[in-house]
């Protein structure tokens, strides 16, 4: 096969970091393959750079064969090549033919009809089933990704690339985009995964390039590599894929919901009377699909939606309307579902955002001055613990770190902080496995301390590893609650799908 990327001995340095060493891509017509690394590897750099978002200090470009300079992203969709990224460029409130022609309007005149009727031909000749007239903000996150893939197409785009195009989709939007990237492949078109899910590279990828802290490791054949081998790999050691926790040993309760019921955005009941207690020393997983209640129930817990009607009980003290700093003193934390909105102030340095629920009492502050000596300890302590990369150090803003690294910064911070009730929503969503080996191990540490954890995972697989309870919940209800040694993957998916394995469960 003939190369249709080559990006040849890449360096490009940022103040304080080399994000790629020297690093080498080949890439063939009409395969798909994955670039593998850590987070803060160099993974999405290197894109950028073949993007023309970054401009390389050394190496060149060679487009099918040709030597190329690509200094933006237009001379990047002129050459055709496409780019889908981790966090979508979207506009809410247009319809996805507003969105797929924004740029590709025309100089004179804008025919939204003859755009949509196209759209829907390529929708439907790549099996991405978009309507062509929906609002963006009323579809799923899975939806507005094949928008963004629809407008490379739409582009004429020969060469996708996948910014860890799976980090926020549910299992079934997963399945369905590997049978897009098979049929864009189909097609003659060729494309670039970027990730570090080892199992969907085994699944969909031919070939794989290795990356490490920003140098290329290797070129593997993907059917004839095991993913212990790419792990080891990526992370520079063997990979543990298996929990190790001791029974729980259970104690007091530290969170009791009654009858609990909460309103969703579209101001219908999310939450439909759920009754839940998690005590100390144990781990309860929530299973269920996407959309099903989650949110609204963990964002009345933690204060950032006023609760219908019930009771929320933290550590023995009545917090249905505490504040949300209230909650925080008596002893809760939480590891939010968007990083971004609701864990991160974004233009703000990790110095600040580690300290941000704690700076206004000792040792943080002392008569309202920020200890900025001890603030510094603190912040660097949480960096080196859970390897949080920056080319700045704790002075990098929040906003310039990888996902993956923004992840690993908050769950630092609230493991750090010792909660009563750590709250985890996907706490492991965009990081490698290294990185969830990790987490993972904290999060039982935690629970071994005598704490409480309340696990959020669309992963059955982290569900079943960390959980010693799962609670299913269906359309804003729990379906039931069951010990993890008691339980199969057949039956909570299931229950996932609204089944219920017996007569009165709740």
Not at 376 to 402: N, P, W
Not at 409 to 424: H, K, Q, T, W, Y
Request: include cysteine.
């Amino acid at each position: 096969m003939s190369h249709v990327i080559e990006m040849l001995n890449i360096r490009k340095e940022f103040p304080g970091i080399v994000a790629n060493d020297d690093i080498t891509l080949q890439v063939e017509q009409g395969e798909i393959h994955a670039i593998l690394g850590e987070n803060g590897a160099g993974k999405s750099t290197l894109m950028s750079i073949l993007f023309g978002l970054y401009h390389a200090d050394k190496g060149k470009i060679k487009v099918r064969g040709k030597e190329v300079s690509i200094n933006s992203p237009n001379d990047a969709n002129d050459l055709g090549i496409g780019m889908v990224h981790q966090h979508f460029q979207l506009v809410n409130n247009y319809t996805v033919t507003e969105n797929i022609i924004l740029g590709k309007e025309g100089k004179f005149f804008l025919d939204r009809r003859s755009a949509s009727k196209d759209i829907k031909a390529l929708s439907e000749k790549y099996g991405l089933n978009i309507d062509p007239d929906m609002i963006i903000e009323d579809i799923t996150v899975g939806m507005q990704q094949r928008v963004e893939i629809l407008k490379m197409l739409y582009r004429d785009a020969e060469i996708l690339i996948l910014d860890e195009p799976t980090a926020v989709l549910t299992p079934q939007e997963i399945i369905d985009l590997m049978q897009i990237m098979r049929n864009l492949v189909a097609e003659g078109k060729s494309v670039i995964l970027i990730t570090h899910k080892l199992n969907e590279i085994k699944a969909v990828a031919d070939r794989c390039t290795v990356i490490r802290r920003g140098k290329l490791i290797g070129v593997v054949d993907v059917k004839k590599t095991s993913p212990a081998e790419m792990a080891s790999m990526m992370v520079g050691r063997p990979v543990n894929f298996t929990v190790e926790k001791k029974p729980a040993q259970v104690g007091r309760v530290i969170l009791e919901l009654y009858d609990l019921k909460v309103m969703n955005s579209k101001k219908m009941l999310g939450v439909k009377g759920i009754n839940l207690s998690v005590k100390s020393g144990e781990i309860v997983g929530i299973a269920g699909v996407d959309g099903n209640g989650q949110t609204e129930l963990i964002e009345a817990i933690t204060g950032l939606i006023p609760v219908e009607s019930g009771t929320i009980v933290l550590d023995g003290n009545d917090i249905t309307n505490a504040s949300v700093r209230k909650r925080n003193e008596i002893g809760l934390g939480h590891i939010p579902e968007d990083r971004q909105k609701r864990g991160l102030v974004m233009e703000s340095s990790i110095f600040n955002n580690v300290a941000i629920k704690e700076f206004y009492h000792p040792p943080f502050s002392k008569h309202g001055i920020l200890n900025a000596d001890y603030l510094e300890h603190y912040a660097q302590d949480v960096i080196t613990q859970f390897d949080v990369r920056s080319g700045e150090g704790i002075y990098s803003l929040a906003g310039k770190l990888s996902g993956g690294n923004q992840q690993k910064l908050i769950v630092g911070r609230e493991v750090v902080s010792d909660p009563e009730l750590l709250i985890a929503v996907q706490p492991t969503r965009g990081l490698d496995v290294g990185a969830i080996e990790y987490i993972h191990s904290q999060l039982i540490a935690h629970r071994d301390k005598g704490h409480a954890v309340l696990l959020v995972s669309f992963e059955l697989d982290e569900i079943f590893n960390l959980s010693d309870r799962i609670a299913v919940m269906y359309s804003g209800e729990i379906i039931d609650v069951v010990k993890t040694e008691d339980a199969d993957e057949q039956s909570i998916g299931l229950m996932m799908a609204g089944v219920r394995q017996k007569e009165g469960t709740r």
